[in-house]
């Protein structure tokens, strides 16, 4: 069975809104007055509707106070009339908040030394002496913690 999964095919009303939007973001600062044309910018694209987000008071202002205007001129770069029912949406932008790492409390398991000094009387001349002492501060743990050293059960 060969099944083309494409989106473009799959949903072409869709893709065709994207490509506008697309269009609309490329060529937002004709459309817009230049100062609100740098603290916004169109980021959704409905049936019926435009959302705008903005960063700044003013360009919120002034982008709901011409809408009527935003909306015809898009109507003449598009090259088709958009309806009496599309409606434009301005959102001020919401910062995303930082994700916050939980990272677990681990207490810390020193190494045997004794453990540690033998490997390292063993450890290879070849590689330089904070790699073998690495390398032995974790032959030590591991010693330590054989549970660590087995294979997970399946």
């Known amino acids: 069975m ?19 939007l697309e269009e609309l973001q490329r060529s937002w600062r004709y459309l ?3 100062g609100v044309a740098h603290h916004s910018m169109p980021y959704n694209l409905g049936v019926d509707e435009l959302c705008i987000c903005v960063d700044h008071d003013m360009a919120e202002k002034s982008l ?5 205007t935003v909306i015809r001129r898009i109507s003449r770069h598009l090259g088709c009339d958009l309806g009496a029912d599309f409606k434009i949406t301005v959102t001020k932008n919401i910062p995303q908040p930082k994700r916050k790492v939980i990272r677990p409390k681990r ?10 000094r033998q490997h390292m009387e063993g450890a290879p001349e ?3 002496e904070d790699i073998n002492l690495a390398i032995s501060h974790l032959w030590a743990f591991l010693e330590q913690n054989p549970a660590l050293m087995t294979p997970p059960k399946k």
């Open 2 to 20: 060969n099944v083309e999964l494409d989106p473009y095919k799959m949903f072409p009303e869709a893709a065709r809104r994207v490509k506008i």
């Open 32 to 34: 817009v007055e230049a």
């Open 64 to 68: 709901n106070n011409s809408k009527a």
């Open 107 to 116: 207490k810390s398991i020193p190494p045997d030394e004794e453990k540690v």
């Open 126 to 128: 070849t590689l330089p």
